[in-house]
C-alpha cells in the first residue's frame, strides 16, 4: 500500500515540476491556438460546408421572420452545438489518422460514436429550429 501511495506521490511531483518548467502562454496565444484549431477543423471537411449553409439559412430565416430573443438563444445554441460536435468529430478523425492499422481496427467504433453525436445533434437542431420558425412561417400565410 505504501508503495501506490508513493508512486502516486512521485506523479504529482513530477507533474508539478513538468507544470512550472513549461512557460505559461497568454491569453493571445491561446486565442491564437484556439482560432488555428478552428480553421484546420473546418479545412479539408466538406462536412462543414453543409452545416454553414444551413446555418445561413436559419440566420436568414430568423431576420427575416422577426425573432424575439429567446427564439435567437435557441436558433444560435443550436448552430453552435453543431459546428461544435463537428469539430470534436474532425478532431477524433484527425488523431485517428496518425494511429497505426492495429490500434485503427480496435479504435475505429470511436468515430462512428463521434458522427452519431454529429447526426444526433443536427437532428436536435432540426427539430428545435422548426419548432421555433414553423409558427412564424404559419403566421405569414394567415
Known amino acids: 500500500m505504501a ?5 502516486s506521490a ?21 486565442f491564437r491556438v484556439a482560432f488555428r484549431g478552428i480553421k484546420l477543423g473546418i479545412r479539408g471537411h466538406s462536412s462543414f460546408f453543409v ?28 448552430i453552435t452545438l453543431v459546428i461544435t460536435t463537428e469539430l470534436f468529430n474532425s478532431a477524433l478523425e484527425t488523431l485517428f489518422r496518425g494511429l497505426d492499422v492495429s490500434t485503427k481496427k480496435r479504435v475505429w467504433p470511436a468515430l462512428d460514436i463521434a458522427a452519431g453525436a454529429v447526426l444526433f445533434a443536427s437532428i436536435a437542431a432540426a427539430v428545435l429550429g422548426l419548432l421555433v420558425l414553423l409558427p412564424h412561417m404559419a403566421a405569414l400565410f394567415n
Request: hydrophobic share 45%; net charge neutral; with cysteine.
Open 51 to 78: 452545416h454553414f449553409f444551413f446555418s445561413a439559412l436559419v440566420l436568414a430565416a430568423g431576420f427575416i421572420l422577426h425573432c424575439e430573443l429567446m427564439e435567437w438563444c435557441v436558433l444560435l445554441g443550436c
Open 10 to 30: 512521485d506523479e504529482s511531483t513530477k507533474s508539478e515540476t513538468h507544470e512550472r518548467l513549461r512557460p505559461r502562454r497568454s491569453w493571445r496565444a491561446k
Open 3 to 7: 508503495l501506490v501511495q508513493e508512486s
